[in-house]
């Protein structure tokens, strides 16, 4: 585990800062949760840490480094709100998918039996072993991401990015993979994005909230207690009403 470090960035769009001399640390093992609101730069400042910042008159500089000074790239796994699966192939194909391209042209459709054998076993973590030949069209929105859970395992990086993958599901549905993304990403470091306080609450270690223009990120909160936190912590959810009241004054000032 290592911790990734960031350091004096900053980001503009067509002469728009949006954010500057920002500088983060997200703990090696842990989980940093990111709130705030829509168009605040939220999904931007992740695209930053993973150097996909590319776009027609984005600006930008800072550094993003790696505790033990190897280079981020190719350490780091990707998961956002749309599932992204291939409609076209099963459930197998899906969690295989980067596996299958990183082979040859001529041996992209063939898997070998240590990467089936590790997806079949991801596959049954995620509760969907009885899936693992069903097409994404077959599924539910919770088991699409649990699929997309599954291809992210399969990735097996140190470092998950992960961009509001649970916002489009209902509120059971949204616990449950909660509770099941905190058992299966166990000694990797994560930085998650969402609008929802109480699932930040329940699974960051680290919890940051992005505001202002150009947006700045306020001090940590720490909540207490392991995770994934329970619903009936008190604490909790009185930590919860302030972040959604400073939410809420945040979009009446906007």
Known sequence: MFDVILKNAALSYNNRVVFKDLNLTLEGGQWTC?????????TSLLRFIAGLSTAKGLKTSGTVFCEDHKVLEDRFAWMSQ???LLPWFNVLENVTLGSRLRNSIFKRNKLSPEDRSRAENIISK????????ELPQNLSGGQRQRVALARTLMEDK?????????GALDAITRLNLQDLACELLQNRTVMLITHDPL????????????QGNP???TEAIIPPGNTPRSLEDRELMTLQGELL???RQEEVCA
């Not at 990111?34 to 939220?42: E, F, N, T």
């Open 158 to 166: 140190p470092l998950v990015l992960m961009d509001e993958p649970f």
């Open 82 to 84: 749309q599932d992204s």
């Open 34 to 42: 990111l709130l705030g609101g829509s168009g605040v730069g939220k």
């Open 199 to 210: 699932e930040a609450l329940r699974l960051g270690h680290h919890i940051y909230h992005l």
């Open 126 to 133: 995620v509760g969907l072993a009885n899936k693992a030949n």
């Open 245 to 247: 009241e400073r939410l």
């Open 215 to 217: 947006a700045t990120l």
